[in-house]
């Protein structure tokens, strides 16, 4: 059974900290992701990972920095947090697909930590 | 570009009655469509993908080229699948990435 572990439920920080937020897979998985989930827009791809120290911008990547240093721990950084970065971030990992013969390989979910900057 | 549009944010239905979720995408090659589920306090997981062809739960999802949609349909809904629904999009075949519509919560009525 899939296992994605986030650190947090809850986080209540201020304007200009530095905060980590860490995820992590007991299933071997190369690909880990981290998005954020807003009412009314859904989930969008902050950051992904394929590799140990690979790292590919997703969608909406200012404002945040990332570190995969292990295979199971996927780590995501606001350098400096501000009120808009308050949201919901989830987590995910899979297996890698095979480009070109359409193995898409499901992502499993963290529970998704609530950051609330103030 | 890639886009998922979900034009109901909200929806409800009685017991009972058939529920149709819309998913429309934006994509100019061959794309790969899915539905993810969150119910309340579990985690978002996969519901159904439309290269699978298959039902889940009683939900069936088909992939119309023609119209761009992925609409998501039950014959009879029932309270269980009062949930947040988000349909996805991967554009590139075998590729990881996931484009994800606005979510359309999904209330059941007894």
Redesign the interface.
Same mark, same amino acid.
């Given at each position: 059974d899939v296992k994605?572990t986030q650190s947090s439920r809850y986080l209540v920080k201020r304007t200009g900290e530095k905060v980590f937020l860490e995820c992590v897979q007991d299933m071997d998985h190369e690909?880990m992701?981290w998005?954020r989930q807003d009412p009314?827009?859904?989930?969008? $791809?902050i950051y992904?990972s &394929?590799d140990v120290k690979m790292k590919e911008k !997703?969608?909406i990547p200012e404002g945040y920095s990332v570190s995969r240093e292990k295979k199971e721990r996927f780590s995501l950084i606001l350098e400096s947090a501000s009120t808009n970065q308050t949201s919901m971030y989830?987590c995910?990992s899979?297996l890698?697909?095979? $480009?070109?013969?359409?193995? &898409?390989?499901?992502?499993?979910?963290?529970? !998704?930590t609530r950051l609330t900057v103030l | 570009a890639q886009r998922v549009t979900q034009p109901e944010k909200l929806l409800s239905v009685f017991k009972g009655a058939p529920v149709e979720l819309k998913c429309n995408y934006s994509y100019s090659g061959s794309p790969e469509l899915f539905w993810y589920v969150q119910y309340s306090r579990q985690r978002l997981q996969l519901l159904l993908r439309h290269i699978s062809r298959e039902s889940i739960k009683g939900f069936t999802a088909d992939l119309n080229k023609g119209e761009t949609s992925f609409h998501l349909k039950k014959p009879f809904a029932q309270e269980e699948d009062s949930a947040m629904y988000y349909c996805a999009l991967s554009g590139r075949r075998g590729a990881q990435k996931l484009v994800f519509g606005q979510g359309t919560r999904l209330t059941i009525n007894p």
């Open positions: 994605v690909n992701f998005y009314g827009l859904g989930l969008r $791809l992904f &394929y !997703g969608d989830l995910a899979s890698p697909g095979t $480009l070109g013969r359409g193995t &898409y390989n499901e992502q499993f979910f963290g529970p !998704g | -």
